[in-house]
Nanobody
């Protein structure tokens, strides 16, 4: 599976962005998907995840209530709607696929990664 994340950019605090992750090479229907982010000087962290069916989602405490993950298996796409952005959301965001049904927060459990898209939130 090849993943490509896009949609990042520069936004003011309080604004919104929608990230997209396009998959090719194989259907995403049998993969749990996750969004991770890595800020300068920090480790990569889990942001949000969604099961293969889309029926269950998980979020980190730092984004819960502000971010929404969704997927469209027919289009082989995964999305991350980010609202009420804060300066601390500034990071490179990665989408990742896991050959399993459920979502986990450990990045090592994901088999495929996109190249990342930069989100910069100005205060």
């Amino acid at each position: 599976v090849q993943l490509q994340a896009f949609g990042g950019g520069l936004v003011q605090a309080g604004g919104f962005l929608r990230l997209s992750c396009a998959a090719s090479g194989r259907t995403l229907k049998t993969y749990a998907m996750g969004w991770f982010r890595q800020a300068p000087g920090k480790e990569r962290e889990f942001v949000a995840g969604i099961t293969w069916s889309g029926q269950s989602t998980s979020y980190s405490d730092s984004v819960k209530g502000r971010f929404t993950i969704s997927r469209d298996n027919a289009k082989n796409m995964v999305y991350l709607q980010m609202n009420s952005l804060k300066s601390e959301d500034t990071a490179v965001y990665y989408c990742a696929a896991r050959s399993a049904v459920n979502v986990v927060v450990n990045s090592r459990a994901y088999n495929y990664w996109g190249q990342g898209t930069l989100v910069t939130v100005s205060s």
